[in-house]
């Protein structure tokens, strides 16, 4: 069985600080999909990024970056200089190769502060 | 070009009722999702279609819930009997194919049941 654990709840930060969100997952799989959605106040999930397995280059998108460790199964995301219009709850999700269906974490809600 | 639509945004019905939810996928996306987000929780999975079967309905949570897409794109997810536990967001998502394919979600139906 695959498992996502955000343990972080809630992150509540000034703007321009940087704040990195945690992710831990568990599979047995050696084949599996990591993401991170972003569903801001209006509800629509919004896809942010993808990795897979056997890819553990980490990425940088802009303000954005993802921080991918298979020998801690984590998969963690940073936001440099962080903006209001980033305040949305956040969302990791596995996906294993043996199927197509998304497990995700509970969310980390993080309000970015004027 | 358009993105995942649904149909309505929201719905209120009463115990007991029947309800209809629709989703409207990508456009050439044969995969469909629908999953179901309760308050302050990740989506969780319900069934998938590729194409017009269901290739994985392990999530609905019993035989009240019946989802079909009978000409591979337009998707229902039919809820019978409704009870207040079924209030939640219904999301749906499609992918262009399933596998590791990036889902991409809709808006979501908000349904309560009173």
């Known amino acids: 069985a695959q498992k996502v654990t955000q343990a972080q709840t809630e992150i509540s930060v000034v703007e321009k600080e940087d704040v990195t969100l945690d992710c831990v997952y568990e599979t047995r799989d050696t084949t599996y999909y990591l993401f991170w959605y972003k569903q801001p106040p209006s509800g629509e999930l919004v896809f942010l990024i993808r990795?897979?397995?056997?890819?553990?280059q980490n990425e940088i998108s802009g303000r954005y970056s993802w921080n991918f460790q298979k020998s801690t199964s984590s998969f963690n995301f940073t936001i440099t200089a962080s903006q209001v219009v980033d305040s949305a709850v956040y969302f990791c999700?596995?996906?294993?190769?043996?199927?197509?269906?998304?497990?995700f974490g509970k969310g980390i809600t993080l309000s970015v502060r004027p | 070009g358009a993105g995942v639509s649904q149909t309505p945004s929201n719905k209120v019905t009463e115990k007991g009722k029947y309800v209809e939810l629709r989703c409207d996928p990508i456009?050439?996306?044969?995969?469909l999702y629908w999953y179901r987000q309760s308050l302050g929780q990740g989506p969780e999975f319900l069934i998938y279609f590729q194409g017009t079967g269901a290739a994985d309905d392990s999530g609905l949570p019993n035989d009240r819930f019946f989802a079909v897409r009978p000409e591979g794109s337009v998707s229902t997810l039919k809820i019978q009997r409704t009870e207040r536990g079924d209030s939640a967001v219904y999301l749906c998502?499609?992918?262009?194919?399933?596998?590791?394919?990036?889902?991409?979600f809709g808006p979501g139906t908000r349904l309560t049941v009173l």
């Open positions: 990795r897979n397995s056997f890819d553990e």
């Open positions: 999700a596995l996906m294993t190769g043996a199927n197509s269906k998304l497990t």
């Open positions: 456009s050439g996306h044969t995969a």
């Open positions: 998502a499609s992918s262009f194919s399933t596998g590791a394919d990036t889902q991409y």
